[in-house]
Each structure stands twice: as structure tokens, then as C-alpha cells.
């Protein structure tokens, strides 16, 4: 596998179109398109935000929306996407090394993230870098569609 080059750096508002043909060109659904794109503009101007895009090229190649939640002081990735042509090189796993790096320096005790229960992909690969599944919440995208809730706590073990 060839090493992959790319910038990250954090989300500005010009970037609000090329993240919706992101998500799109890896089949998401056109409302959490939206949603998606409204969470990661209104979370990169909210001081417990984190927003980041990857970048190849000029092209955006992924990105990731997350909150330093001070509740329960656990990080939530809200959106991780990576063009379909970039899965399996090791940038999905940067963006969530980063994330465990910023949810720390927020004095978080974890991370926790979810995903749609079909999405085998996904749920292999949090399962790999050391994320534990939390609990399932019935019917949370869709009637037919069950959201998989997956926990990484840091200095224990579940």
C-alpha cells in the first residue's frame, strides 16, 4: 500500500458543498446530507467544537465533525466520511487518533461515535482500533434501520 498525502485542517463555511458531494458520493441519504453539513458548520463556530477536513489535491477527501462535551465529558463524533477511494489507507483511523488526541487535551475520559447497523465496514473497523459496542437504539435512522452506539473510554477497560 502506498503511503497517503493529505492536509488536514479545520473546516471553513466554503467548504459546506464539496462535504455535501462527500457524503453523497459514499450514499448517504440526502437528509443527514444536510443535517450533516448544518452540524459540522454550526459545530465549528461552537468553542466545544471540532471540525476537520482532509485534503488531496484541493479535492476534500474527508472529514470530521466532533464535540469536547463537558455533561459527561466524552468526545462525540458526530460525522466521520471518507471518499469510498480512500477507505482502508489508514485515514479513517488518523482522523479518530486526533480525535482521541483532542478529546484528552479537553480532559475527556472517551469518545464514543455511532453508525447504522448494516454498516459492517464501520462496525469492524471501530471494533479494530479499540472502540467496544455500547448499546443498540432501535429504529434511530430509519423505521427499519437500528443506530449502533460504539464507546472508546480511555484508562479502562469495558
Excluded at 7 to 34: C, N, Q
Aim: glycine letters at 4%; aromatic letters at 10%; a negative charge.
Amino acid at each position: 500500500m502506498n503511503k497517503l498525502h493529505y492536509t488536514l485542517r479545520s473546516f471553513e463555511s466554503k467548504d459546506r458543498e464539496a462535504i455535501k458531494d462527500l457524503m453523497r458520493g459514499v450514499s448517504w441519504p440526502e437528509h443527514y446530507v444536510e443535517v450533516h453539513a448544518n452540524a459540522a458548520e454550526k459545530l465549528s463556530k461552537d468553542d466545544e467544537g471540532d471540525v476537520l477536513v482532509a485534503i488531496q489535491d484541493n479535492k476534500i477527501i474527508a472529514l470530521m465533525a466532533m464535540k469536547h462535551q463537558r455533561l459527561n465529558f466524552l468526545t462525540c463524533v458526530y460525522t466521520l466520511v471518507v471518499a469510498a477511494e480512500f477507505h482502508r489507507n489508514g485515514l479513517g483511523k488518523a482522523l479518530l487518533d486526533y480525535a482521541e488526541k483532542r478529546a484528552r487535551e479537553s480532559e475527556n475520559r472517551g469518545i464514543f461515535l455511532d453508525t447504522t447497523d448494516n454498516n459492517t465496514n464501520a462496525r469492524l473497523f471501530y471494533k479494530a482500533i479499540g472502540f467496544h459496542e455500547a448499546y443498540t437504539m432501535p429504529h434511530y435512522y430509519l423505521d427499519d434501520l437500528d443506530g449502533i452506539t460504539y464507546l472508546k473510554l480511555f484508562n479502562r477497560q469495558l
